[in-house]
């Protein structure tokens, strides 16, 4: 977290010193000045430090959360008084940096030192006995399917495919599954040799050498190896001489596994040695490989399992199976997790009553098990620095809510975790890796569409949120804001509200320095004036039909504009469905993403500046866009473009045809409603750049299709209601075009939601 907070403090010194608007005495900029230079050589520190709960790395963060709180508030406080009409020559000296300023000095001169004697090393790791998944009967609970798999690679010839991995967020059974394999009787029987090590986060390789050759010299004749040999060399010539089985349990990365691979033989055939590797990140799995990923158990399984913990082989009273079925249930099924309630429930008296009060607040007190805390937050603690405020970021979201990336990806940037798409695309990518987040949905080129925590998960890190003082930068879903005021006076960062609730929208006045506030489903059917005061606001998402006003003007650093159809409206067959954007909506110097159901947008001419808009690289959904030269020039740099028009309604030139002029398009998005654009001869010229393009409704001949066949690259093509006419789709002269033979990659993938018949030679 603090790494990330660093970076947000550079960011908000170099506003601040950059903007003449800002009165600040010589004083004032020279401190801020000689905070930015303390800033890289604490970066610096914390890149070569991975440890977790450092007393340094606290007071770091602590140290830059407070000086920028300092410097925000200022520049709050300066464009109330401007917009107020009060004095605006007043030269701050920044007194209440003075403070901070101490505290930095006396960190940067440890930080400095340590570097120089180059003494950063990680903490000592809390030693962790683990618990494995028991058995029924001496076979895991629920892993059969999976055993078998395994039985196959270790058993049969596998071409190239010498090594294996068993992968899956912490507490899910990997070492379980090892072991029940490693000591299966077929396994046993096959392998003259097999040996299991244990890696750990903070392994010394030496040791993993010398633990490997005692397990293996117990196996092997004596005198196979010369005394004098290395450790490295003994293991490498008893494996060579003999086939074998190597558990490589808790392997945490690829450096790691560089490590240890050292020692194994080098084949270029299959000799039947086999090395199995359990590891929280599929990065660390060498290639190439094969791999089991394990998933959670469904609701039948999580209970035998929950059922042979607490009664072995008795059978569970009839009056506590209901509750423990639910019990079993919110341990949303996690073995680890279920294992541990089995605990608890084993411990207490095995009546109703008694289950039904531990039902209550079962997931609490796993979450709370110090057992569980220490296997979980393994992950937090092998996270890299600029990984962790995000993951906590996701965490606060409700439960079951699958994220989609392209809305977490706004988010981040919003709060300053990331600076572009691409660097929070690869961090979303890099949380998913090491398990810690699952992948819900995924798009036509592989890419992450979506995802989520497991809600055990999330309500340990929120604990953890709260312990590394970040719980006002994560996602928030309070529903009375003003009993979130008094906790975080004017501090908080993030606001989203998930459920609806005018509530939501009290108190907002409050937060001075919030950068994302999020209130689509709430009950409110206008935003408040208090709203537009929220001069550090950078994400701005709410629901139709609220207008948005003038005053849109005054957040000159919102980055995102979402409106879009709440729960509420849903409700009304009759409600309105579209925003009116105002003309000052070109006054917005860093608006990046436009997401909206509005009618046209309003004509430039008039604003006061009209200069274009290079950061917009998202504008959707917008209704009736007439592309004319003089808007195509002002969205020069837009990639994802989602427009609809009303063929019954609007008879207009809407000028498709300078869609060509959107040279860095890669999205595009056509539909028309109600009607046709035929009679109006509208043909849209399709930018050479795009690589997606859904049309629906235009009821275009099919001859049109050689326009679309002709874009180099173009990887998705969606087709719906009636996007194009006839019921045949001739394609005779151009199948290399439209389909693409194996060594034409025109298209990636056509998607075709609408039945055609295809006539093709």
Known sequence: MASVVLNSLAETTVQILDDDEYPLSVNGKQQIRRLQEKIPSMGKFLRMYQGDGSGLERRIRDAANEAEDVIEHLMHEHIRSTAAGLATDIQYDLGELNMVMDEFDSIAEEVDELIQQNRVKPPTPTVVDRMLTPAVDGFPVGLEEQVDKLRVFLLEYQEYIQVMAITGMGGIGKTTLARAVFEDEQVVNHFPVRAWIHVSQNYEIQNVYEELLFSLEKQVEKGL?????????????????????????????????????????????????????????EYAVPSPSDSVKMDVMDENLSWCLLKQKVFGSRECPSDLEKIGKDIAKACKGLPLAIVIAARILSQRVQTQSSWEELAQNIRTLIVEDEQFQEIMLLSYTNLPHYLRSSFLYMCGFPDDYEIRVSVLVKLWMAEGFVKNQRDAEYIVNEIVSKNLASITTIKYNGDIKSCSVHDLVSDLYKIKAIDENCERRISNSHLDLREVARAYASTMRSVISFQPNESSLRGLRKFKLLRVLDVVDTDAYSLPASVFDLFHLRYLAFGCPMEVPSAISKLRYLRSLIIRPSKRSKKYKHSRDEVYLPLEIWMLPHLTHLVSFFDLLPDPEGAASSSAQEKLLTLSVVKRLICTEEIMKLICNVEKLSITYFGDIYQQDYQLHNLV?????????????KGSLLQLKAKPVFPEKLRELTLSGWRFPWEDMKAIAALPYLQVLKLRDHAFRGHTWNSIGESDEVYGEEDDEVYGEIHLCQRYTWNTP
């Open 225 to 281: 190896v010369n005394d004098c040999d290395t450790t490295e060399h003994k293991i490498n010539q008893i494996l060579i001489k003999n086939m074998h089985l190597i558990v490589v349990d808790d392997l945490w990365s690829y450096q790691a596994w560089q490590a240890i691979r050292k020692v194994f033989p080098v084949t270029e055939n299959d000799l039947g040695d086999r090395i199995l590797i359990t590891t929280r990140d």
């Open 661 to 673: 002029l959107l040279t860095q398009l890669e999205k595009l998005t056509l539909v028309v409603k």
